[in-house]
């Protein structure tokens, strides 16, 4: 598949790894872009560090990691610019740009750094139905599927939680629940 | 394994060419190397050795780029090849992308292909069931196609020849429609399965739900351990290539047992042109091959030749072969080639929710799938308003309910501590298709492929009669489903493209007439008949079992039949 560089510099493009991105040093983090490599998607800095905070109040960090220490909100956005539509890639991207917007006034101060409390009780508004426009609903529903099946699929979670088995060996029929 | 140096007429020169490394094309190559005959089998495509050629065998999900789901671009572009349930990011290689290699759909048809050492062995569903003779004399009995010229006993003993070498799972179940065989431990029903086949038995005398037979090693014998193969390890990620050999495929099993006796020249990268014919010594003399890299023409001989291409590609190479004794292709003396195509109804589905048996789940997984509910309709007397009839798969899991509908940490409790759920039951309906003149493929007039080999052109359709039998499995499964308490019955029309059902046969039929069939008893062609074909291209009707036990069959016996008539002087 060929992909197209765009501002992206090669060593962002290196330092992709199968399954997820590396995090970058800060130091590498000059241009304001996101630090996984897109090719259809325009994602900021800005906007890559209001979703890695949204994924985190989705999924946050307990006694076991959150959806930022997973990296979820990289994998949303490998996700949505490979695997979606473009009319689902605006629908987000616009979605992104509102939820930036509203959520500030709606919480009285960024998102990162409200109460999360207060996060979560404005997330599960929009979950219940009651998100100010089309295009913030159509975003959060894209990003909280993505974030589930890369929660799912984390390395993490197949491995500590809800164990998957690449060998199982065996098959019962009439096993108890 | 022999490497091949292309300087001289008898280095390319065999005792037996094979077209076709798949399913039906090494057992060819076993059958005919282990009877001592020097065998060149012709592949189109890669080789794929067992194991080392295998990438995404032990990955883990979260190895895959996109957690094995196709991007965008690629579901764009390959259209078709995305509708086939086994292609994810994990066994994509083993699949031909559309855009690599097109034909032409005068009418859709969704044509899945494997275009490597192996071919689609590697990929296959793995389900293995004998044909019976309520099969084999549907045609005479129902008045369609022509008279299949072997019956059950003609087959039987190859049956279990392959069985044997292959290891096929299953239990003796004692029903007429679907013989037994020669079976490794058939693998266990979940207690909703035995279940639904207890309400079967005390309701429907003449239905049944068994163990899904499948090409499993349960219970690996010396044979398959001489093969390197070992016990089944319920991955259930076949489709990737199995480590263990788990499963039966050319690349695991029949190809590299070829390769140990010695007789074995295996060419990759070898797209078969035509076969060519003599017209002094009235018959074959080789196989015109383009090396797909370098696309140099050349020509291998051998006094006897196997086509294992697949089902469609064989009658293209067979339609493509042609000499002033055959100007329409090898064979076709009467303008029956490429028609009569037909291929599995699998058209229909339907699932159900059960609230009982709750004190169970499954734990593992199952190779096997699940249940199998053999053809019961139609079978002895005609009993509808549409010809034949269908077998059934039938599975029940219990799956785990995660609610979803709160945010951080209840909905992080929720996807980590799932409730089991009731069990769900499922099941697809596979049905017999009757091969018509209306259904065929031929050589398209104007386009070439890569190779300047005309592209196959295909109309393939439905008939009534399959829209019928759909309506036949809702209602008849529907009410089982009823009788055993299933709740929230749903069916639901698949509408899939005919060919997705992966089981296109015919085009090449067998037969008793060289006037009606191109074929005879021995797959050998009626007009040349030192070229035999024992791939689904020969199938003069479908049954509703799973087909590639049955090329396996024929093709061990059509060899065994071969090499006596080489012995003889007869080819």
New interface residues.
Partial sequence: MDKRINRRTALRNLLIIAGGAMVLPACYRQSGSATVALNNLDISEADENLLAELVEALIPATDTPGGKELLLHLFVLKMVDDCHSPEDQQAFSAGLNAFAKWAPNELGSSFADADPAKKEALLQSVQDGNAPDESIGKFYGITKRRAIQGYMNSEYVMTNLVKYELVPGRYDGYAKA | MSNITIDSIKERTFDAIVIGSGISGGWAAKELTEKGLKTLVLERGRDVKHVKDYPTT?M????????N??????RKKNPVINRCYAYHEDSQHFFVKDVDHPYVQQKPFDWIRGYQVGGKSLTWARQTQRWSDFDFEGPARDGFAVDWPIRYRDIAPWYSHVERFAGISGNKDGVAALPDGEFLPG?????V??HFKQVLGKQYPDRHLISARCAHLSSPQPIHIEQGRVKC???T?CQRGCPFGGYFSSNASTLPWAEKTGNLTLRPFSVVHSIIYDEGKGKATGVKVIDANTKEEIDFFAPVIFVNASALNTNLILLNSKSNRFPEGLGNDYGLMGKYVAFHNYSAVISADYEGL??????????AGGGYIPRFRNLHKQETDFLRGWAAAFGAR?GEVRD??????T??DQ??K?Q?GNWQVHSHMMGETVPRESNYVRLDPDKKDTWEIPQLSISVDYQEDDRKMRQDYFDRMSEMFDAAGFKNISPRNDDRIPGLDIHEMGGVRMGHDPKTSLLNKWNQLHACKNVFVTDGACMTSTATQNPSLTYMALAARAVDYATGELRKGNL
């Fill in positions: 032990n883990y999900p979260y190895e895959f780029e996109h957690r789901e196709i991007p965008l671009e690629d693998y266990q029903l979940n207690a399965e035995d390890q319920h991955r990620l709750l004190e169970y789940k499954t734990d593992g997984r199952n190779p219990r979803t509908g709160k945010v951080g940490g909905l992080k996807l980590i799932p089991l």
